[in-house]
Nanobody, 121 residues
């Protein structure tokens, strides 16, 4: 089994910063992609940022403010969020595409439980 455990959410004023972290555990053979998505009330879940071994990808709305990074040795991913805006308020979900057990296993898509980020104006 695989678990993704997030930490670091909270309440912050507009213009402030937060750092989210997520660690994957279990019988993991390899991790292809780790990333962050968010879902605001009444809206669909949307991509925030993803990170492979060689590249990063950001939603236009967070470019220049958020930075994603990975710690491959710990199967962890972090999201540094600066210059936060009220529109960034959402539940943030960690995501990983990874293989369990061996290279013969198919890649699976896994989610964390979510962490609330609230930005006050």
């Amino acid at each position: 089994q695989v678990q993704l455990v997030e930490s670091g959410g909270g309440l912050v004023q507009a213009g402030g910063s937060l750092r989210l972290s997520c660690a994957a555990s279990g019988s993991i053979f390899s991790v292809d992609v780790m990333g962050w998505y968010r879902q605001a009330p009444g809206q669909q879940r949307e991509l925030v940022a993803t990170c492979t071994s060689g590249s990063t990808n950001y939603a236009d709305s967070v470019k220049g403010r958020f930075t994603i990074s990975r710690d491959n040795a710990k199967n962890a991913v972090h999201l540094q969020m600066n210059s936060l805006k009220p529109d960034d308020t959402a539940v943030y979900y960690c995501n990983a595409i990874l293989r369990i057990g061996s290279s013969d296993s198919p890649s699976g898509f896994y989610w964390g439980q979510g962490t609330q980020v609230t930005v006050s104006s």
